[in-house]
């Protein structure tokens, strides 16, 4: 699975973007206007830590090899949307750096590397031991309640 000028960008999202949760509508919008497409649930090939910062907000940190493999929505998007979303989630101000990671491709050990949002490296680490170097699989109701 690899992006090209007709999928866009493949983004692996795992938090408040995902159905259900409260920045999903900004993906629903995109889906309706033809500039996002759902291609299904995965998981990161490798662990890495998802915990929550202030305000139950989820952050993913490029911490290879802790927390746990990742559950999450993954979007083939367009230029437009990838620069919606990367407003969203504040790029330009430091809260998120969107890098690639790898999802484990379901097929035959395929593996893909797509783009997601971590924590921005300035504050990664502190979110980590604040959260007791631990992390979850999955951003739930339960997370987002009481993180």
């Given at each position: 699975?690899?992006?090209?000028?007709?999928?866009?960008?493949?983004?692996?999202?795992?938090?408040?973007?995902?159905?259900?949760?409260?920045?999903?509508?900004?993906?629903?919008?995109?889906?309706?206007?033809?500039?996002?497409?759902?291609?299904?649930?995965?998981?990161?090939?490798?662990k890495?830590?998802?915990?929550?910062?202030?305000?139950?907000?989820?952050?993913?940190?490029n911490?290879?090899?802790?927390?746990?493999?990742?559950?999450?929505?993954?979007?083939?998007?367009?230029p437009?949307?990838?620069?919606?979303?990367?407003?969203l989630?504040?790029?330009?101000?430091?809260h998120?750096?969107?890098?690639?990671?790898?999802?484990?491709?379901?097929?035959?050990?395929?593996?893909?590397?797509v783009?997601?949002?971590?924590?921005?490296?300035?504050y990664?680490?502190?979110l980590?031991?604040?959260?007791?170097?631990?992390?979850?699989?999955?951003?739930?109701?339960?997370?987002?309640?009481?993180?």
């Amino acid at each position: 699975m690899v992006a090209d000028d007709k999928t866009g960008t493949l983004v692996f999202t795992y938090g408040t973007l995902k159905q259900g949760f409260s920045n999903h509508g900004l993906i629903q919008d995109m889906i309706s206007t033809g500039d996002a497409v759902f291609l299904g649930n995965y998981q990161t090939l490798e662990k890495l830590p998802l915990v929550c910062g202030p305000y139950r907000v989820p952050f993913l940190i490029n911490l290879p090899g802790s927390g746990e493999k990742v559950w999450g929505e993954l979007y083939a998007v367009s230029p437009r949307a990838l620069t919606r979303m990367d407003e969203l989630e504040g790029t330009s101000r430091g809260h998120y750096e969107r890098l690639p990671v790898a999802i484990d491709g379901g097929k035959d050990g395929e593996v893909s590397y797509v783009e997601a949002y971590y924590a921005h490296r300035n504050y990664a680490m502190e979110l980590w031991k604040k959260n007791g170097e631990r992390g979850f699989s999955s951003y739930t109701e339960k997370e987002a309640k009481g993180c």
